[in-house]
């Protein structure tokens, strides 16, 4: 089996920045790709973004230039997500997912919420 931990969320106002981290463990024997997700009241979860083993990165459009996701230099299956310049529409719970890009199937963590005001 395979658990993630995510930590880091918080309320923050606009503007402001926070930095979330995703420790994975259990099963899991070689580079994977991971990614933050998050989903809002009454919204779909989507994509926030993503790495892949060999460390592509696609971003949400809407995070471009703001969050920056990066993966842990000595423990490959820790990750984290960089936000900054918070906007209030960036509130949501955050998820964390090992596995292929897309909101359905890998494994993901309890999720994180970041409450941004205005």
């Known amino acids: 089996q395979v658990q993630l931990v995510e930590s880091g969320g918080g309320l923050v106002q606009a503007g402001g920045s926070l930095r979330l981290s995703c420790a994975a463990s259990?099963?899991?024997?070689?580079?994977?790709?991971m990614g933050w997700y998050r989903q809002a009241p009454g919204k779909q979860r989507e994509l926030v973004a993503h790495?892949?083993?060999?460390?592509?990165?696609?971003y949400a459009d809407s995070v471009k230039g703001r969050f920056t996701i990066s993966r842990d230099n000595k423990k490959s299956t820790t990750v984290y997500l960089q936000m900054n310049s918070l906007k209030p529409e960036d509130t949501a719970v955050y998820y964390c997912?090992?596995?292929?890009?897309?909101?359905?199937?890998?494994?993901w963590g309890q999720g994180t919420q970041v409450t941004v005001s205005s």
């Open positions: 997912k090992l596995g292929s890009i897309g909101p359905i199937g890998g494994y």
């Open positions: 790495i892949t083993s060999a460390s592509l990165i696609t």
């Open positions: 259990g099963s899991i024997f070689s580079v994977n790709p």
